[in-house]
């Protein structure tokens, strides 16, 4: 019979778009090479607007001023777009350990194994997927087009035109800088939801779980780590939308309050994101819950009856030595391991693990409210923690 946790094939190898990646240099093998790919998307996304910048500006210091104070372009493609790629090999490796994990955990038996070997090869199809790619790429660019049509020009920032047209550094952002960043992303969407679908798939095997597992949510609960796997996914997001907001508050003076919906949204989207493809196995661990009940419950029942007719119904026969029986730690030993049944969770992830991925998403925010409060504010609260 094959075993996915002993062949060498990944079911989350390196896509999504090796394709693209392999022809702007990007693509290797995951955890290999990465500082490089990334160092790389600087080389095409960041350095060539620079260069356009200087070369055009002229000498002309409100032109340098706008494009270097934007913080939303610097945050995107010097910060975001290489963090896209450097966090692929935190993320994937946990992917697939938490897809072998079914398998070595003995949580997917018999026939059922070919079945997922089957989700797992179409998983590693889709995530390589040339025809994905394509459309992906002609999506973006689909986009951005639109973009140039019909977004008006006072929403693009100041730098993006020189001499009453479209600069050179506007142009490369425009055309390569933006649909760069955008593909990265759409292929984290792209990784989000074939995840979501293998989950979902595997999650209507008979899985073999067991209600009074001690991790509280039938041993599903290795599942956990994919929230920490993507919390480098969620912390570019927070810088990206970060950026956009520090220009809000640079250059248009936005006050704290106007942002807290932006903030609302991310934090919801991101957990969503996340959280979401992993509510796929509510269903199971339910169904676990209310048989485990039954089951757990009769047979506590049942010793808890023998337990009190043979000491509490003839007490008298036995002496102090009877605390030492090995009926009393049998019996406590079987309530503790019912408690556990009574106690299981219907998710397969912790609350904290949920505020963990909060606290990273927003963690870029904190330069933003600096900025946001004036400096001699700061000084003042300082001052009274201190005097």
């Known amino acids: ?101 079914f398998i070595t955990a003995g949580l997917i038996e018999g026939d059922e194994r070919l079945r997922f070997k089957a989700y797992a090869d179409s998983t590693r199809r889709l995530n390589n997927s040339p025809a994905v790619e394509v459309l992906c790429i002609a999506a973006v660019y689909v986009i951005v087009v639109g973009f140039v049509t019909y977004v008006p020009r006072d929403v693009y920032p100041e730098w993006f035109f020189v001499d009453g047209g479209m600069s050179l550094a506007g142009r490369w952002a425009m055309f390569v800088s933006a649909p760069l960043l955008l593909i990265l992303f759409f292929s984290w969407l792209w990784r989000i939801l074939i995840w979501g679908r293998f989950l979902f798939r595997t999650s209507r095997l008979h899985l073999r779980l067991i209600a009074a597992h001690p991790d509280g949510a039938c041993g599903l609960r290795f599942l956990n780590s994919a929230i920490f796997a993507f919390m480098p996914f969620a912390f570019t997001l927070g810088i990206i939308v970060a950026g956009t907001v520090a220009n809000r508050v640079a250059h248009q003076r936005a006050s704290l309050d106007r942002i807290e919906m932006t903030l609302l949204g991310l934090a919801v989207f991101v957990v969503l994101l996340v959280a979401g493809p992993l509510m796929v196995f509510v269903f199971n661990l339910h169904a676990e819950k209310i ?97």
């Not at 002229?58 to 010097?78: C, I, K, M, P």
């Not at 029942?301 to 008298?316: H, I, P, S, T």
């Not at 900025?371 to 005097?387: D, G, N, Q, R, W």
Request: net charge neutral; aromatic share 12%.
């Open 1 to 101: 019979m094959v075993d996915i946790s002993k062949t060498p094939d990944r079911v989350f190898e390196t896509g999504p778009f090796p394709h693209f990646q392999r022809a702007l240099g990007l693509f290797r093998p995951v955890g290999v090479n990465v500082l490089t790919r990334a160092v790389v998307c600087i080389v095409i996304g960041w350095v060539p607007l620079v260069l356009f910048v200087l070369l055009q500006s002229g000498g002309n210091t409100s032109f340098l001023y706008a494009f270097f104070t934007d913080f939303a372009v610097h945050a995107r493609s010097l910060v975001a777009a290489p963090l896209f790629i450097l966090s692929e090999s935190l993320c994937l490796n946990a992917l697939e350990k938490i897809a072998r994990h």
């Open 291 to 387: 048989v485990g009940t039954f089951r757990y419950g009769l047979l506590s029942q049942r010793v808890g009856r023998d337990f009190e007719e043979k000491w509490l119904e003839n007490y008298d026969k036995y002496g102090p030595e009877a605390l030492q029986a090995t009926d009393f730690s049998a019996t406590t030993d079987l309530y503790g391991i019912a408690s556990n049944v009574q106690n299981m969770s219907h998710f397969p992830f912790e609350v904290r693990a949920l505020i963990a991925l909060l606290v990273v998403t927003l963690l870029p925010f904190i330069p933003v409210a600096l900025m946001a409060i004036p400096f001699k504010v700061i000084l003042k609260e300082a001052a009274s923690l201190l005097l």
